[in-house]
Nanobody
Framework: VQLQASGGGLVQAGGSLRLSCAAS????????MAWHRQAPGKERDLVAR???????NYADSVKGRFTISRDNPKNTVYLQMNSLKPEDTAVYYC???????????????WGQGTQVTVSS
C-alpha cells in the first residue's frame, strides 16, 4: 500500500491549488484520509481529515478556505485550497488509516510531501 501525493506548487497570495493523494495497492478499508503540513522549523500539524463516512474536520486556520473531499472508487483524497496566504507555505503530507487486503490490522500510512509555496 502506498500513498502518492501531487499538486503542490508556487502560487500568489489569494490564489488556489488542489492537492491530490491516491492510495494504491490492495486495500480492504480506508477509515480516514487526511492532510498535514509542516513549515520550516515547525511541527507537522493536521490540516484536514475526512472519514469513511465523509465526516470532516479542519484546522481553525484553514476553515472556510480549504475543502477536503474523497473519491472512494479511486481511493483518492483531494484538498482544495482557496484564498491562500503566505502562512500556508509548507510541505503538505497526505496520511491515511488503511487496512490492507488480507490483513486484520489497520495502520497509518504516509505519502511523500508536496511543497506548497504562497508568495505575498
Amino acid at each position: 500500500v502506498q500513498l502518492q501525493a501531487s499538486g503542490g506548487g508556487l502560487v500568489q497570495a489569494g490564489g488556489s491549488l488542489r492537492l491530490s493523494c491516491a492510495a494504491s495497492g490492495s486495500i480492504s478499508n480506508i477509515f480516514y484520509m487526511a492532510w498535514h503540513r509542516q513549515a520550516p522549523g515547525k511541527e507537522r500539524d493536521l490540516v484536514a481529515r475526512i472519514t469513511s463516512g465523509n465526516r470532516t474536520n479542519y484546522a481553525d486556520s484553514v476553515k472556510g478556505r480549504f475543502t477536503i473531499s474523497r473519491d472512494n472508487p479511486k481511493n483518492t483524497v483531494y484538498l482544495q485550497m482557496n484564498s491562500l496566504k503566505p502562512e500556508d507555505t509548507a510541505v503538505y503530507y497526505c496520511n491515511g488509516l488503511l487496512q490492507p487486503s488480507g490483513s486484520g490490522v489497520s495502520r497509518s500510512y504516509w505519502g511523500q510531501g508536496t511543497q506548497v509555496t504562497v508568495s505575498s
